[in-house]
């Protein structure tokens, strides 16, 4: 017994793992390689379809030259909300679609990456707001509910950072925290002067190696394991703060507190990014430095298998399909190149064994022994079957971690019966938390378009 006290401080100091149950791992072939190749892309944009609720209001015209920093476009409801150019260089279009709405402004790179220069003082909480306000890198911080820019004004009762990804082909989040590890310790140290409450940081609890993530300072360290989405930010809230009806918790992805914390180490604006490029419909995987914004064209060229490939911008649960003519969205971390799956279906495919097709529900004798039968899967963008009445029963609860029942909340959302919908807890979701619910149902429903178009329903009726 007189040896009890020299463990207890051992004790202490460990951190408890929160251990996700519920989930699926999708393992996809064409995991990028761990080596960065830069690419000097000619072309970038910002897109105000990248972000929910925006209204956005044009600041420059075609020809207009910009530095790293100008000002492209506003928020009309809160013009203090600025989105700035990521290089310097000339604006080359700006697209509009039907009713004139404004959709991307394009900037053709002068590859000089010319800032704006800016002055301020030692970071207080409320000169903090001010200069990410400025410089433009507000954006980069969102909240929940809703998936919102952040109000300004609002003061959230918790600080979300998730640093690793559990989705299919994912980005190695310690490999990304390597290359930066000042700015990210800086853009921590920021984020956490910011928040009244606590900056949580989540981390892997086997996976995380990186000691730049390990050692953090001024974060409350949690551990996760488990399968995805344990690496969602929506679960990691809902396990350690769950949001109640007019609470807010903000969150922030951990490329965008490296690009805070760098121009708070510098004083120079720098929209570094690394994508991981990635899928089975590519000849070499890889990771590719460039900027924020940049065309997909200059990130896959030459890289195809052929042009029979399916493009996603972010992950192939969540991400939105894209051709080479268009460019990576705000928030995403990466590009999935997948086969497009249009082909015609194999004869009497639903018959024949299946031993190496994909199997959640055990159709196929691949889902029972998965891990020996297909280990790495190629799989394609086909549904594999049409729309169908809605019965599923018991299923999504197999990979939904939330303490909510999923069938009943979108069931809700489809009928508009908001009062259920909050008893439910739809304030504690968004629609990349349903994504492994849209992925095994049978009804081939598009649920993810059904918690969002519920969400700006509760969001619009809130803003009045």
């Known amino acids: 017994m007189a040896s009890f006290p020299l463990f207890l401080p051992q004790i202490q100091n460990m951190t408890r793992v929160i251990k996700i149950k519920q989930g ?119 909240q929940r509910p809703f998936g919102t820019i952040a109000k300004p004004d609002d003061r959230p009762k918790a ?23 000042d700015s990210l310790q800086k853009g921590l ?19 995380t190696q990186s000691e730049v993530l390990l050692k953090a300072k001024n974060v409350t360290l949690h551990r996760f394991s488990g399968p995805h989405p344990s690496g969602n930010v929506g679960t990691q809230i809902n396990r350690i703060c769950p949001i109640n009806k007019g609470e807010t918790v903000w969150f922030c992805g951990l490329q965008e507190v490296i690009n805070i914390g760098h121009f708070f180490r510098t004083g120079s604006l720098d929209f570094s990014r690394i994508y991981a490029i990635a899928g089975s419909g590519l000849l070499h995987p890889q990771y590719i430095r460039t900027k924020l914004g940049a065309a997909i064209s200059a990130l896959v060229e030459n890289n195809l298998k052929d042009d029979h490939q399916r493009i996603v911008s972010g992950n192939v649960l969540t991400g939105k399909a894209v051709t080479e003519n268009d460019f990576v969205g705000f928030y995403h971390n990466m590009l999935c190149v997948i086969p497009e799956g249009d082909q015609r279906h194999e004869l009497i495919g639903w018959i024949w064994p299946g031993f190496k097709k994909f199997s959640v529900s055990r159709t196929f004798p691949s889902g029972f022994i998965p891990n020996v039968l297909h280990p790495d899967c190629e799989l394609d963008s086909n549904l594999h079957g049409e729309e169908r009445a809605y019965v599923m029963t018991g299923e999504f609860e197999k990979v939904f971690p939330f303490d909510i029942y999923p069938l009943q909340l979108i069931k809700a959302c489809l009928v508009g019966d908001i009062d259920l919908m909050e008893n439910l807890g739809i304030y504690e979701v968004e629609p990349e938390d349903f994504a492994l619910c849209e992925f095994i149902d049978t009804s081939k429903t598009d649920i993810q378009a059904i918690i969002r178009e519920a969400l700006e329903k509760l969001r619009k009726e809130a803003e009045g």
């Open 24 to 142: 699926l791992d999708i393992k996809l072939k064409g995991k990028a390689e761990r080596a960065t190749n830069s690419v000097e892309a000619q072309f970038f944009t910002l897109q105000p379809t990248d972000f929910v609720g925006l209204t956005p209001k044009l600041l420059v015209d075609e020809g207009d030259d910009v530095k790293v920093g100008t000002p492209l476009f506003c928020d009309k409801g809160d013009e203090r909300i600025r989105f700035v150019s990521p290089v310097s260089g000339t604006v080359s279009e700006v697209r509009r679609g039907p009713k004139r709405l404004l959709e991307a402004v394009v900037v053709k790179s002068d590859g000089k990456f010319e800032p704006l220069a800016y002055e301020f003082g030692a970071p207080t909480k409320e000169g903090i707001t001010q200069i990410l306000l400025e410089t433009g890198l507000w954006p980069m911080i969102r």
């Open 159 to 181: 600080f979300f950072v998730s640093a690793f990804d559990s989705s299919p082909l994912a980005p190695d989040m310690d490999y990304l925290a390597e290359h930066f590890p």
């Open 189 to 207: 140290e920021i984020l956490n002067l910011l928040c009244d409450g606590k900056l949580h940081l989540c981390i892997h609890a086997e996976k």
